[in-house]
């Protein structure tokens, strides 16, 4: 297994990692009689859906407009010409309405006297927040710091960012931190990345961070923050589309088109990822679009690693986050866990990924640490290059109801519909359905006194094909 180096566990939390978690309960689903795969709910910029309620405490405030075209009569006339000075003279509660046109400014929402601030575009994606030629810290576009359940909607905003190295501060499109209950939603989020592509492979460029990754010094970030993160289009990033970071951190990331960048120059050089959470930040991640998030090793499709993943859980505290309801398609991993515990995956369409499907890692010498707990049910897993559910040294999961199908066409890795490696075991594979698989349909490489032999229990699985026998009917 081939891991993004920007997402590398800490080796003091595999240290940290509960082990002695009870396995799922092999019930679990029993009653969803929901078709395997994700639902039909509309995704990416949608402008009808309505805005969450105010604050239950909030006052109706004062509404403030933004124009910086002096022709443009749709706005009522205002003294406001810049998104920051309207922000500056804005209260808690109050709403800031951007009329139509391009504000090259970097947007700073910072202080407990803009909490329950609504800052939005009057027309849908007309007003535009672009990345000006010189910029100060934070190296966000827009930045969020000590305001709470702050709104920010309708925008287009928009790279690229011109920096003459890799920035110690990663150049974030909206930087969320220690700030709080947040709503980004209806937005588009574009072209965060570096003017020159020479430096394109430095670890930076995110369109969404919730929590602060790292200080301007290069070290790394403790602020913690929330957001919901919805409906927004989010493409063309350098290297994390969503991204939540540390503990304390949490993110609602639902209903997005999170699509890597068509650049082959990117691609070529740096591992983009579509959704990522890491170093004890929590996400509920449901009912996205991501793809193409593809490392092509300057476009050799014999080189490895090809390491770019749709979406990646790392670390999470124990039952605080899940995965489902996702549609991950061509990226070159699909959806991987690891050092994880008590983690639903479930009702997600993972077709054409390059590698491995959904992934559940809690080998130590691949760098994860534990993997338990973890409910892998009712997913559709079809005409990915590697491996459709793959586990390596992960212990007492539940892998339930899923449609394995097609699954092993890649040139290097495991090619199986369902694969366990030696070191897997106590884990309860159930009622899966799995078949035309390359290499074989069902493969246990355990030995135990489970199914066959093996340190599992396979029960009212069907395949074709399968190592040991046995363990697919």
Known sequence: MHKDPDVTVDPASIQSVVSALVAPDMTIGNSDTTPVGVGTDAVGVDSLTNPPADPADASPGTTFFVNNNPSDTECPATPYTTIQAAVDASGPGDTVKVCPGTYTEQVRINGHNHDGLKLESLQPLQAIIKWPAVETFPLALVDFNTANQVTLRGFTMTGPFTFPGCSPDRHEGVLVETAFNERIHHNHITLIQNSNPALFGCQEGDAVAIGRRTEATGVPGAEAGSAEVDHNQVDEYQKNGVQAVNSGTSAHVDHNVVTGSSNPAIR?????NGVVVFRQAAATIDHNVVSENQFTAANNPFAPPHISSGIILDEAPPSSSSITHNQVSANDFGIELDTESNVDVSHNDVLNNTNDAITLCGDITAG??????IVVR?????????????????????????HVTGNGAALFGSM??????????NNEVLDNQASNNVNLDCHDQSTGGGTAGTANTWQGDHGGTSVPVGICE
């Not at 994860?368 to 707990?373: M, P, Q, R």
């Not at 290059?385 to 899923?402: D, E, H, P, R, T």
Request: hydrophobic fraction near 35%; include cysteine.
């Open 268 to 272: 070529g050089i740096i591992a983009s």
């Open 368 to 373: 994860c640490g534990s993997a338990t707990g």
């Open 378 to 402: 009712a997913n559709d897993v079809t005409n990915n290059g590697g491996s459709g559910v793959v586990l390596f040294g992960a212990n007492k999961n539940l892998i339930k109801s899923n």
């Open 416 to 425: 199986d519909g369902i694969h366990l490696d030696m070191n897997s075991s």
